[in-house]
């Protein structure tokens, strides 16, 4: 280790074989999982199609009945617990 000549071919050695661990470590779990990836895009592709059909838009979508006037009382009371007093001097902010 002394020897500078042996030095530098051993550290660039250990480098190369360190850097390619590394890389595999990276590639590993993209390897393991690439066929559950491509699984789960071809089923999102399939869905995506189906979303996209004239015949399921037509089925799941909900009827829109515009005869029928809104009514405010369909809508909840205020909360009397959530109302905060006012008071009779102005707000600084």
């Given at each position: 280790?002394?020897?500078?000549?042996?030095?530098?071919?051993?550290?660039?050695?250990?480098f190369?074989?360190?850097?390619?661990?590394?890389?595999?470590r990276?590639?590993?779990?993209?390897?393991?999982?690439?066929?559950?990836?491509?699984?789960?895009?071809?089923?999102?592709?399939?869905?995506?199609?189906?979303?996209?059909?004239?015949?399921?838009?037509?089925?799941?979508q909900?009827?829109?009945?515009?005869?029928?006037?809104?009514?405010?009382?369909?809508?909840?009371?205020?909360?009397?617990?959530?109302?905060?007093?006012?008071?009779?001097?102005?707000?600084?902010?």
């Open positions: 280790m002394a020897d500078s000549k042996k030095l530098a071919p051993w550290l660039d050695q250990r190369e074989n360190m850097a390619q661990a590394r890389q595999k990276f590639e590993q779990p993209i390897e393991k999982h690439e066929a559950k990836k491509e699984a789960a895009r071809h089923k999102i592709e399939q869905l995506s199609a189906l979303l996209n059909t004239k015949n399921h838009k037509l089925k799941h909900a009827p829109i009945n515009s005869s029928r006037p809104r009514n405010l009382t369909s809508f909840p009371a205020p909360n009397p617990q959530t109302k905060h007093p006012t008071s009779d001097t102005p707000s600084p902010l």
